[in-house]
Nanobody, 117 residues
């Protein structure tokens, strides 16, 4: 069982930045694929970014060049640095941990990000 706790969401103006953090319980954090997903009202949950145990990363096209995912295995923490935020980035952001890309894995409770002037 893995428990995930997100933090760092909030209200920011367009063009601003936020950094999300997700702390995971458990001693095998380093083996998991860690990802950030988001769900906007009326839309399906979508992958934003993920980082593999190797350090390789994937990003949604909509966030490439603006968002950076990273992990600190010593702290059991994954981060999402979000820059040049746009109103369309507004969503609840969820942290996910899974053993493989095909697995469902575990979810955090979500943190709200609102981009508005």
């Amino acid at each position: 069982q893995v428990q995930l706790v997100e933090s760092g969401g909030g209200l920011v103006q367009p063009g601003g930045s936020l950094r999300l953090s997700c702390v995971a319980s458990g001693s095998i954090f380093s083996m998991y694929v860690m990802g950030w997903y988001r769900q906007a009202p009326g839309k399906q949950r979508e992958l934003v970014a993920r980082v593999f145990s190797s350090g390789n990363t994937n990003y949604a096209d909509s966030v490439k060049g603006r968002f950076t995912i990273s992990r600190d295995n010593a702290k059991n923490t994954v981060y999402l640095q979000m820059n040049i935020l746009k109103p369309e980035d507004t969503a609840v952001y969820y942290c996910n941990a899974r053993k493989t890309v095909a697995a469902t894995g575990y979810w955090g409770q979500g943190t709200q990000v609102t981009v508005s002037s």
